[in-house]
């Protein structure tokens, strides 16, 4: 049973750091891509950053040199470091992996950044 929990959201205000974290059970968590995803009220979710089983990493242009999305596979846990936050940056962020095309998505983790 995969299993994806995130943790490390709160309410912040604009320019200050968060460290979010997403435990994962119930798969081979070292072969797997890993992504965050956000989604703010009535808004689609999209992709933040993701990174593969290689270590590679990619992140989308609106938070490009501000987040960073790493890997502890010791720990079977995936983080996403995010300075500079911005109050656009608003949503529940979702940790993610996907098996035979099928997404898995954890419960969210809210991130309200206020100015």
């Known amino acids: 049973q995969e299993k994806l929990v995130e943790s490390g959201g709160g309410l912040v205000q604009a320019g200050v750091s968060l460290r979010l974290s997403c435990a994962a059970s119930g798969f081979i968590f070292s072969i797997r891509t890993m992504g965050w995803y956000r989604q703010a009220p009535g808004k689609q979710r999209e992709l933040v950053a993701r990174?593969?089983?290689?270590?590679?990493?990619n992140c989308a242009d609106s938070v490009k040199g501000r987040f960073t999305i790493s890997r502890d596979n010791a720990k079977n846990t995936v983080y996403l470091q995010m300075n500079s936050l911005k109050p656009e940056d608003t949503a529940v962020y979702y940790c993610?992996?996907?098996?035979?095309?099928?997404?898995?998505w954890g419960q969210g983790t809210q991130v309200t950044v206020s100015s």
């Open positions: 993610q992996t996907t098996r035979r095309q099928i997404d898995y």
């Open positions: 990174i593969t089983s290689s270590g590679s990493t």
